[in-house]
């Protein structure tokens, strides 16, 4: 079975380069392809957020749309990378990724920068959520990890606290809980900072290929977790699945 998941790999994906943070892109606010925030469903979600915001700052209002974004877009497992963010909005679900996308835009239309962070990650840290079917995973999947430029550049999980969990129990990747509703109030740590500590997942990388100024970017150049073929015929089964 591992034969059929590289054969659904990318090639230049297979083998995984030494840890190594590229250049440090310096984000930007511009409107992209995935980052859509001049359309109507994102402009109507900053202006519900700053209605929503506990306070009149950027974060506030971010952690206002967090919490919008959480309610009304439905988790579920899809495989499309470069879909709109209004898109995703508007048709009420999407992957953790799709739905870190929204916030992303949401931040850039609020005049904050943002910048994601390629990591290649091992399929063992999706186990959790896949039991099942752990073994038909793709070895390697591409995870474009946002940052938003708030009194320096802060990772989508310390975006509202510091490295650990605001209440609750630590992140363990399943239930209802992913990537995206650990942002909300459990700070993930990929680069090892917290060494050994619960949050730490550092483990799971296999690869940095460092800062790109916004997805869009990272998915021209290196491509989705999966080939087109295979998008094809599992993204509608898969994004059927709740997460």
């Known amino acids: 079975m591992t034969n059929i998941t590289r054969l659904a790999t990318p090639w230049y994906r297979r083998v995984a380069p030494d840890k190594a943070e590229g250049p440090r892109e310096q984000g930007s606010t511009a409107p992209t392809r995935i980052l859509d925030h001049e359309s109507v469903a994102i402009t109507d979600l900053v202006v519900r957020s ?5 306070g009149g700052d950027d974060v506030a209002v971010l952690e206002a749309a967090h919490s919008i974004i959480r309610a009304e877009v439905r988790a579920v497992y899809a495989l499309s990378e470069t879909t709109p963010a209004s898109r995703t909005l508007t048709r009420g679900f999407g992957s953790c990724s799709q739905r870190l996308a ?3 835009s949401a931040a850039r239309s609020l005049g904050v920068s943002t910048r994601v962070r390629a990591l290649l990650i091992d399929r063992a840290f999706w186990y959790p959520r896949f039991p099942r079917i ?21 990772p989508a999980s310390e975006l509202f606290g510091s490295i650990g ?45 460092g800062y790109f100024t916004d997805r869009d970017d990272v998915f021209d150049r290196l491509g989705q977790t999966l080939c087109a073929p295979s998008r094809l015929v599992a993204d509608p089964i898969l994004r059927r699945i709740a997460a």
């Open 102 to 104: 929204i916030l992303e």
């Open 165 to 209: 969990c605001r209440g609750g129990g630590e992140f363990t990747n399943d239930g209802s809980e992913t990537l995206f509703e650990a942002a909300g109030g459990c700070a993930v740590d990929w680069d090892g900072r917290s060494r050994g500590s619960e949050y730490d997942l550092s483990r799971f990388v296999l690869s940095d290929f």
């Open 50 to 54: 700053r209605a929503g915001a506990s």
């Open 134 to 154: 752990w073994f038909a995973l793709p070895d390697r999947i591409m995870l474009a990890w946002p940052e938003f430029y708030v009194d320096g550049w802060r």
